[in-house]
T-cell receptor, first 111, second 117 residues
Framework: KQEVTQIPAALSVPEGENLVLNCSFT??????LQWFRQDPGKGLTSLLL?????REQTSGRLNASLDKSSGRSTLYIAASQPGDSATYLC??????????FGTGTQLKVEL | GAGVSQSPSNKVTEKGKDVELRCDPI?????LYWYRQRLGQGLEFLIY????????KSGLPSDRFSAERTGESVSTLTIQRTQQEDSAVYLC???????????????FGDGTRLSIL
């Protein structure tokens, strides 16, 4: 059974700082690894999807890497802004694109 | 709008009552997923539809939970004889899968917040 873990559970940083969120998964037989953002009272917004054959994906200030062999993914956020404050979730996709989620990292970017 | 729509956004009901939650996926999305997010816990997979059939129901927690999808569009998640532990946010997502392959992002609705008194 796939298990996904995210570290840290919560993070508070000053505006402008670069930061890294970590995700680990136990079963390397995945189709892809997805990163989402969740704002309070809202659903999830897809940020990046890394296919199992890829090593990284970039979108604006976000960069996500994937190391299947070690069961790890990282989300790098450059030059953080207060608007980046949210909970960040990673999810490993198995058969049928069924996602197994981590419990998330709650990020707060302070002015 | 063009996103995934869920209704109601909030539902409060008494223990023992039945509830129905609705999901309208993005038009043309063949795959539809239901997840549950209980307070302080991660999202749990409930059920997955490809078209109108459900090849994976492994996440449904008990036989009080059921779901159906019609017209390769709207899906309804039904919880019978609700219990307090059913209180959670129920999220629906849709994606292009099938002939497009498995690597399609899932698009989520804002969820239904269910509270059982």
């Amino acid at each position: 059974k796939q298990e996904v873990t995210q570290i840290p559970a919560a993070l508070s940083v000053p505006e402008g700082e670069n930061l890294v969120l970590n995700c680990s998964f136990t079963d390397s037989a995945i189709y892809n690894l997805q990163w989402f953002r969740q704002d309070p009272g809202k659903g999830l917004t897809s940020l990046l999807l890394i296919q199992s054959s890829q090593r990284e994906q970039t979108s604006g200030r976000l960069n996500a890497s994937l190391d299947k062999s070690s069961g790890r993914s990282t989300l790098y956020i450059a030059a953080s802004q207060p608007g980046d404050s949210a909970t960040y979730l990673c999810a490993a996709a198995g058969g049928g694109n069924k996602l197994t989620f981590g419990t998330g990292t709650q990020l707060k970017v302070e002015l | 709008g063009a996103g995934v729509s869920q209704s109601p956004s909030n539902k409060v009901t008494e223990k023992g009552k039945d509830v129905e939650l609705r999901c309208d996926p993005i038009s043309g999305h063949t795959a539809l997923y239901w997840y549950r997010q209980r307070l302080g816990q991660g999202l749990e997979f409930l059920i997955y539809f490809q078209g109108n059939s459900a090849p994976d129901k492994s996440g449904l927690p008990s036989d009080r939970f059921s779901a159906e999808r019609t017209g390769e569009s709207v899906s309804t998640l039904t919880i019978q004889r609700t219990q307090q532990e059913d209180s959670a946010v129920y999220l629906c997502a849709s994606s292009l899968v099938g002939s497009f392959g498995p690597n399609q992002p899932q698009h989520f609705g804002d969820g239904t917040r269910l509270s059982i008194l």
